[in-house]
């Protein structure tokens, strides 16, 4: 898949699932459930024990594949090598930026300052990860695209049901979710991770 196909794709669905599970087999779980609640993309952190099971496991599921928790080339190579379509950290790493676009590979860095994603822009990054977002407003979106007009920002961490519209109204092309799955599976199980993520998609969508 061709990098401007991957990134159309991020901004299509709208929602990201961030998966981190205790086990592979829980995090197969996860990821199934929000697949079959409509989640389109789904990145898989590398906390998470043997990942790249859980990239074969998933292989034949209608969905856009990515790696998270990502902190250097090494663990970038991998991911790409099991099958992630774009790669994601919690920082921006001047050494994965130029991996990831040798390969054609969208490479989503965290940045929370205009000089970090004045770095990640110049690295070659085309969506910077707002994270941890808890720490901000939606309306910090408008304020970088000011003097950033063509920064693509898909915030993470924090978001919730009753923030996502907020984040998307206000010019997210994209917005991760992660704790509220975990939380979600853990009081009710498969049906209530699915049923959780039928919701995020039809609040991506009103």
């Known amino acids: 898949m061709l990098k401007h196909a991957i990134l159309s794709r991020l901004s299509e669905t709208k929602v990201v699932a961030v998966i981190r599970g205790n086990s592979a087999e829980e995090a197969v779980e996860l990821s199934k459930a929000a697949v079959q609640g409509g989640i389109r993309a789904i990145e898989l952190t590398y906390t998470t024990p043997h990942v790249q099971r ?119 092309v994209a917005v991760g979710i992660g704790s509220d799955l975990n939380k979600a599976y853990a009081a009710g199980g498969f049906d209530a991770a699915v049923e959780l993520s039928r919701q995020y998609m039809q609040k991506s969508k009103e």
Not at 97 to 110: D, K, M, S, T, V
């Open 54 to 172: 859980i990239f074969e496991a998933l292989e034949e599921e209608d969905v856009l594949l990515g790696a998270g928790s990502v902190l250097d080339p090494e663990t970038a190579r991998h991911a790409i090598l099991a099958g992630a379509k774009f790669i994601v950290s919690p920082h921006f790493n001047e050494e994965i930026a130029p991996f990831c676009n040798r390969y054609g590979i969208p490479y989503l860095p965290g940045c929370m300052t205009i000089r970090e994603m004045v770095k990640a822009l110049e690295s070659g990054s085309d969506i910077l990860k707002l994270f941890p977002a808890n720490n901000f407003e939606p309306s910090f979106i408008k304020s970088v695209n000011g003097p950033l007009p063509h920064v693509r920002i898909m915030p993470t961490g924090g978001i919730n049901l009753n923030n996502i519209q907020d984040w998307l109204a206000a010019g997210a």
